[in-house]
């Protein structure tokens, strides 16, 4: 496939992925507008990632910290800096508290926060760049051990933790349910209740986004109140091992 075909492709799915969000949007009474794509790019080439920018995508998701740094060069490389710096940058995997520095630097935000212990590592290297981390309280609401995140009883300890912190800020809640989509509906109606529910305390006023939804249930997770969408395979195709 060409690189103007890949883009044409790249663009029609990004237009048939808006066109499902908001006719999901709809069915549950909010805006469309509400809710933003985020491309899933691990393990996807800078190439393809790049074509997608120009396809109109300028939210862009990575689990790992040193793949991202490298990705981001590259597609600098491809694209220029003017529309490379248009991309907004976001930490969707698990991220090790020695790797804060890079997470710090790399990402414009964070949907991964876990621990108070990785948020005061995150909080030292942003203020160290002279920047504020945007992150996301990842919640482990399936229960499955494989599976990074707070519990949900943990929340209100972490959220007042948070407080006393100048260069991380928590702007929502994110989770990763079991792979079904309609066994995902109560856990993301589980977390859209826990984020109202912090908002109510000291320190939660700002948890209004709610991370959740993948290519198999991101309908589900937009009635259920998501505001962004994590979408790799069902935007990139199948991703190389």
């Known amino acids: 496939m060409s690189a103007a075909d890949e883009e044409e492709a790249l663009r029609e799915r990004l237009r048939a992925l808006r066109a499902r969000v908001e006719a999901a949007a709809r069915r549950a009474g909010r805006d469309p507008a509400a809710v ?3 491309g899933a790019a691990k393990r996807q080439p800078a190439a393809r990632v790049a074509a997608a920018v120009r396809a109109g995508l300028r939210d862009l998701g990575e689990n790992y910290v040193q793949e991202a740094i490298s990705k981001q060069a590259e597609i600098k490389e491809i694209l220029g800096s003017d529309l ?3 991309v907004r940058w976001h930490g969707i995997g698990h991220v090790q508290t020695n790797k804060a520095r890079a997470a710090a630097l790399a990402f414009d935000r964070l949907h991964t926060l876990d621990s108070l212990r990785l948020a005061a590592a995150l909080d030292r290297e942003a203020a160290r760049a002279g920047r504020v981390l ?3 309280l990842q919640v482990n609401l399936s229960g499955e051990p494989q599976k990074s995140g707070a519990t949900a009883d943990a929340l209100p300890e972490i959220v007042a933790g948070l407080r006393g912190f100048e260069h991380v800020r928590a702007v929502g809640l994110m989770t990763m ?3 079904d989509p309609e066994a995902a509906r109560p856990v993301f109606a589980r977390l859209r209740e826990l984020a109202g529910a912090l908002r109510a305390r000291a ?5 209004v986004e709610l991370s959740m939804g993948m290519s198999d249930d991101f309908e589900v997770a937009v009635e259920e109140g998501a505001t962004w969408i994590r979408i790799g395979t069902a935007l990139f195709g199948r991703r190389e091992e």
Request: hydrophobic content about 40%; charged content about 20%; cysteine-free.
């Open 203 to 207: 320190g939660g006023e700002h948890l």
């Open 177 to 179: 349910p079991a792979p």
């Open 36 to 38: 933003r794509i985020v």
């Open 84 to 86: 490379a710096g248009t």
């Open 134 to 136: 945007d992150a996301l």
